[in-house]
C-alpha cells in the first residue's frame, strides 16, 4: 500500500527524481504471453518527452527506456517487468536558489514540512518528470487491452488557459504539439503561449480521454468503483485540480428525465454517464475530463517566504514548461489505461464464470457520443 | 484490498443491501483510547437519515446504530469496531417490476451483466442506503480528528438543480433539510422541489466540504495524494460525477501569477490550492466540491429495455430521494474525514521522527478563504 | 491492509471480542453464483463449538450464524457476506481478578503495552473464540473450492502432549471430540485430558491438514508463495508456534537426491514438497503440519507481576480449553481453504489465458502420499 | 498488493531474473532522515554474495549496488529508494537443456504451468539470486532499527544436513563461510560438503535468528500477528520448508505449566515465546529458525519428464549452491529486519499516543535465553 505504487493486481511501483541519476518503475501483475519490446513502450515516452517544440520545457532528454525484467524472448513471462530511463540532462545550478525559498502554488513548501529534508533539485519527487515511468507502464497496459478487447484510449485538449479547443477531429490530435483535435485553432494556440513566455507566466489546461471498447462490468461496486478509481488515478497527475465523469459537474442542472441515458436494443442514447453506471463501465466508451492549472514556477516575481519564515520575493528561473497540460495528454491516457487493465484483471478474478444471457447492448448507437 | 473497504490503516469494510435484514461495517485501526459511546455515532446517522422532510424518501428508518465490538468501558480498545443497522422498512413489493428491467442512468444494466444475480430490492447494494455505515464511520474519524488537532469538517448545499445558493453562513446550515448556508433562498428551494415532485422528475447539486485545523503534511507524494484520495473517495459516493479541489476546473484559465497562493510570515494569502499542493496538506483549510447527478429513479416515463433486451418503457415508482443531492452533505464530510484520519496515522508512521525549524504558517490571513 | 483482515482478493475481515455483545466477519470477493445457506456455514461451527466433551471448554454457546448481506435467493450476489454470531453466555465475573495481573504464556501482558488500554474479559479480542468468524468464512471457501475443483481440505491430531497419534483413516475423524484418526488410541487420549484437568495443567498438540484437488499454479513466485502464506495464515492461528510443508523440518537431514520427488508420466513419486514448489502448487496433495503450545490460562500457580510491576503468583480460574488444539483442527482446515481460495483468485486475474501443452500430471501415483 | 512486494507500509518491490541484465528492488515508506551511503548496503551484500567459499556456487558476481533514488546529500528522503544492481556473469549456456525438462523438487514445473512461459536460465525469476535485492532493502531496516531501538538481528547456521551445531558464540559466525557458531565444528563441516560435492548430491540446514533490544508492542492481533508475518516472510525464503518461533514444535509436548514464561520485576524467566505472545512483541529477544530443504539442481541423475510428458532422466549441471542454507543468514536476518521495521511503522500508526504506567518489564534475566 505503499504511496507510489498503482493498482491492485496489475501494479506500478515507481521511484526516482528530477535530477538524481535516474527514474523508473516495476510493472507487477502483467499477465504472461504479451508480446513486448522497448519499442513499444519507447512510442509513448516519445508522445511526453520534453523538448519537442519551444512550447515546452527545453530539458533534452531521450528518454530512453531499458527493460530489466519479466519479458524473455520477446514475451511477458509473468514476473515483474523493470523500467529504467536515466537521466541525461540534471543542470543542478539552475535551481540553486530554490533550496532555501518557497514557491507559491508548489510542493516545496509541503514536501519541507513532510519530511524535514527535501530535494530541491527540479522538484525532485514532486517533479512531473517522474510521470514517464506512468507512461511507461501506460503503454504496456494499452497494448493488452487492445490486443484482448481492442480497447482504443485517446485523448485531446480542450482547453488552453482561456481559449476552449472545438473538437473537430482525432486526426489532428497527433499532428500538433498541443494534442489539440483542431488545426484551424493553432496559430491561436501558438500566439497564446508565445505572450505567455514572453509575460513569464504559465497557463492551465483541460484535458479529454476517451477509452472506446471497454467491456461492461468492470469496477468494484462501493469503494473501488471505476469511477472512483479513476479520479483517484487523474487527480494524482500533478497539477490536475478537478475531474469529471461523462456529464460531469453538468449534471447538477441537468433533471432526471433529461440525464439518464435511454437504453434501447441498438444501444445507449447518448451518455452522460460517461460509461459508469454504479461505479461499474456500461459498455459505452468512457469518457473523463481534468482540469490542469496553471505551472508554479514562473519568472514573474511573487511575495513568498524563506525556510527561516522572513518575507522574501520569489522569481524561478530554469525551464519549465509554461503548461504542464501540454504534455499532459499521453499521461491521462496511461492513467486510464492502468485504472482499466487493473480492474479488469480484478473483475476476471471474481467473476470469471459469471453468464448472463442479455446481450450486451451496443457501446451506443451513432451519432449520440461526443468524445 | 477489497472492493468495500475503504483506507489502508484506518479501514472501513461494509457489508448490508437495502433491503436485506442490516447494513453495517468493520472500522479497523482506530487509536486505542478514544472515547466513544452510541450518541456520537447516533447523532451523525441522525443528519443523513431518510424521512425527514418532505424532499426526500418517505421509507422510515431510525437507523439505530449498535456497537458489537472495539469499544470498553466506553474507549475504544484498538480492535476492530463492529458496526450494525438493522433495516426496519423493507417493502420489497415496491420494486417489483424493476427485477426485469433496466432504468436509464441506474446501476441495474451493470450489476446485472457484471454478477449475473442482482438483489434488485431497493437497489440492493447500488442503494444510497449503504451511505449510513459511511456515515457512521465517520462519525468516529470526525471525533478523532477534533480531539488530535481540533479539525472541524463541514459542508453544505451550494447549488440545488439550476439553482445556485450563495453561501451566507454556515450558521443555517443545520437550520434546514437542505443543508443550505442561506436562509432566504429556502422558500425557493422548497418550490423548486415541489415542483419536481409533481412532475415526477429529479435534479442533480453541488455541495461543497471544507476542513479546517489541517496539520501540514498529510499525503502521500506520487499516489496516493491527499487530493487523489480525497477524490478516490467522493467519486465513489453514489451519483458523483464530479470532483474539485480548490479552484478545480476554474484554474484552467487562470495564469500562474493568479493562481499560486502568495505565502507571507501571516499566512497564506488566498486558497486556490484547496489545502493541497504536491498531494500533501499544506495546513490550509482543504476545500472540496463535488456534482451530484440527477435521481435516476423517477416517475417520468422513459424508453429502456428488459432483460432479454426488447424494447420497454419504464416508470419507478416507491420511495426515492428527489435529489440525493440533499441527503448527501453529512456523507461527503464522513468521507473527507475518513480520508483526513488515514492519511494521518500514515504519516506518523513514516515521519514520525521529523523536526522541522520553519515555522508552519497559519492556515490563512483573515477575509482570504471563502467556504 | 488492516490486521484484522485476511486475504486479497476474497477477504475476511473479523470482529468481536470474547465476552462483547456479538463476533463476526465480513466476507468480500466471494465469486457470485455461490448457492449458498446458513445451515452450508452452521455445519463447519457447529464441529468447533464449545462444549461437546469433557475436554474442551465448557462454556455453552451454540454459534448460531446470521448472514446478512451478499445472498440473495439462496446464491451469493458478489456483495460482501455479512456473518453475525451472538455471544449467549458471557460470565464476565469469572474473570475479574485477571484485569490487574498478567498471566505467563498469555497476551495479556502485550495488549496492555501496545494499546494502554485492554477488554480483559475472556481474553478479549485475544481470545480463540475468534476463530469462530474464520471457521464460517472457511465453510463458503471450502463449497466454493469444492464446487469448482472437488478440492477436499481435511485435518487431523497427529499428537496430543507427549502422545503421538498414528494414523489409521480419515473414517475417525469425525467420530471422537479429538479429531483423532485413530480409533484405538481414544482411551489413551481421554486418561491423558482426565490427568492434566485434574494437575490444573495444560499441553500443547500437533495439527495436521491436507487438501487435495488443488490446481497447478496457485501461488505467487516471490512473497506472496502459497506456502508463505499458508504459513502466514497457520502461524496467526492462536497458540501455534511452528508450521511446516511437506517434509518440513525433516527436510533439513534429507540428501537432495532424497528429497526432491521424482516426476512420471503417472504422477509424482512421493510428496516431500507438501504440494508446493517455488511457492506455488504442483497438484499435488497441499500438506501443513502445526504445532500448538499449550493453554496459558491454567489452575497451576505460577510466578507473575501486576500491573504496577509487582510481584504475584498467577492461578486462573473459569472456563478455559486445557487443550486449544482439540478444537483446531476444523479452524486450521478453514485457514487453508481461506489462502487457497484467494489464491484461485489471484491466478486467474492474472493467468486466465494461459494455455499449456504439456499435460498436468495426477496429482501422486498411488500409495506414495502419506496424508 | 502485488506478489513481488513485501511489507505495508515499509515495502521492498523486487525485479529481475538470475540471467537477465540486471535485479534490483523498490523500498517504499522508509523514514525520511537515516543516514545513508551505498556501503551500508554493500557490506550486508557482500556477507551473501556467491563464490567467496569453495562450498557456494562458483558464479562470479560483484553484486554491486547502485543507489537510483531516495537519497539526498547522504540522507534519505522519505521518496523511494531504487536499487539497482546489474548481472555480470550470465552463462546462459550451462542451462540450455534444462529449458524442455522438469528438475525433481524445483519450481521448473509450477512456473511452467502457472504462467505458460518461463525464463528458464538460471531458474529465473524462482532463483536464489532474486534474494540479493532482499538483502539490500534489509540493510536498510536494520540501519533504521540499530539507530531507532538498539535494536541487533544476528543468525547463524545450527544444522548443516545432519549434522547439528552446537552454539558456542556468535563471535565466530563472521569467522567462517557456514555462518557457524562454532569454530570446533567447521573441519567437520567442511568434510561433509566436500563428500557431497564428489558425489553430485546436495543438503539441507537449519538456520537460527534472533533479534534483540525490540520494543514492546509490535504486531497486529488478528491476522497480521507478528510471527505470523515473520512465518510468512521467512517461509517465502527460498527453500524454507518449516518455521518455528520459540519453542516451536517443542511446544506440542510441553505441558503449560512448563511452557508460559513467569514474569518476574526483573523480566521474564525463559523465553519459550520466542518474543511474541498474542502475535505481539513483548520486548524479549524474537527468535526463530527455519528448516532449508537441499537444492533441487544436483547432478545425480533422477528420473523425470519433459514438456511433452515423456518420461526422461535428469541431470542438472552449471553453477549451484550444494546447500542453499550455507548463504540463507543473511536473507534470513534481512527478512527478519523488513517484517520489523515494517511493524514499528505500523504500530506507531495507531498507538503513537499511547501511555501506559506500567513499567517494560526487561527482555529477560541473565542466563535464561539461549540463542
Redesign the interface.
Known sequence: ??????G??F?V?????SH???????V??????LALTTADIQAELDRRKPGTSRHVTQRQESDTV?I???V?EG????????L?IRNEDQRSKDYGNIADT??????D???????????HRGG???SAR?TAPVVAAGAIAKKWLHE?FGTQIRGYMA?L??LPIPFVSWGEVPNNAFFAPNAEILPQLEDYMDA?RKDG??????INVVAENIP??????????L??????????L?AV?????????????????????????QGF?GN???G????????QPITVSI??????S?R?P????D?????IEVQTFGRHD?CVGIRATPIAESLLALVLIDHA?????????????????PGAIAGSVKP
Chains 1, 2, 3, 4 share one sequence.
Open positions: 500500500m505503499s504511496g507510489n505504487t498503482l491492485h493486481l501494479t511501483t515507481t521511484f526516482g527524481e538524481g541519476p535516474a527514474i523508473g518503475c516495476v507487477d501483475g502483467c499477465p504472461p504471453g531499458e530489466l525484467s519479466g524473455f514475451q511477458t513471462t509473468g514476473a515483474p517487468i523493470g529504467l518557497f514557491r507559491p502554488g508548489h510542493a513548501y509541503t514536501y519541507w514540512h513532510k519530511y524535514g529534508i527535501r530535494d525532485g519527487r514532486s517522474l484482448k482547453q488557459g482561456e505567455l507566466d504559465s497557463c492551465g489546461a483541460r461492461v462490468g468492470l469496477g468494484e461496486p462501493l469503494f473501488d468503483k469511477d472512483a478509481d479513476i479520479a483517484y488515478a487523474m487527480m494524482g500533478n485540480k478537478g475531474v469529471e465523469i461523462g456529464a460531469g459537474f453538468a449534471s447538477v442542472s441537468q433533471k432526471g428525465s433529461e440525464h439518464g441515458d435511454p437504453l434501447t436494443p442514447v452522460n454517464a460517461g459508469v453506471l454504479g461505479g461499474i463501465s456500461t459498455g482540469a490542469i492549472k496553471p505551472t508554479s514562473i514573474t511573487r511575495p513568498s517566504i525556510k527561516q519564515g522572513n518575507p509554461p484483471l480484478r473483475h476476471r478474478a471474481q467473476c470469471a464464470d459469471v453468464r448472463v444471457e442479455t446481450p450486451v447492448i
